[in-house]
């Protein structure tokens, strides 16, 4: 689990919609919501070899109602140790939200090369299975 205001997507996340920040113990720690469900927002970091990295492109540009099919086409990418992509993602714990961003290592840092997807209901789902086992 990573810190989402250490992450590319975290100025998208809070300002969304169905997103709040409730500050906890004695407002020393922040928690982050998906309103729709009540439940807590998690960030991670998933890194990615260059083939499986562009499997993350096409997946992420794909429609969701195709995803899965296209997922066993293609193949499910498979995270690396230590990749060239980098995915940001951001989900609810019932995962109804996530928000998604791809960024590649290039000159000693890392770039999106992807516009951030954001999804809710069933869509966030599909797109949670896609990545997350």
């Given at each position: 689990m990573e810190f989402i205001n250490n992450m590319e997507v975290a100025n998208a996340l809070y300002q969304s919609p169905c997103i709040e920040v409730k500050k906890t113990f004695f407002g020393l720690k922040k928690d982050v919501l998906y309103t729709q469900t009540n439940s807590i927002v998690r960030g991670l970091f998933l890194e990615y070899d260059c083939c499986n990295g562009r499997r993350v492109e096409i997946l992420l540009s794909s429609p969701w109602e195709s995803l899965e099919a296209i997922a066993r086409k293609?193949?499910?990418?498979?995270?690396?140790d230590n990749g060239m992509y980098c995915l940001s993602m951001c989900y609810s714990c019932d995962h109804r939200f996530v928000m998604m961003q791809l960024s590649r290592y290039i000159?000693?840092?890392?770039?999106?090369?992807?516009?951030?997807?954001?999804?809710?209901?069933?869509?966030?789902?599909a797109l949670f299975k896609a990545f997350v086992k």
């Open positions: 293609i193949g499910y990418p498979v995270p690396a000159e000693f840092d890392y770039h999106p090369v992807s516009s951030i997807r954001t999804a809710e209901g069933d869509e966030a789902e």
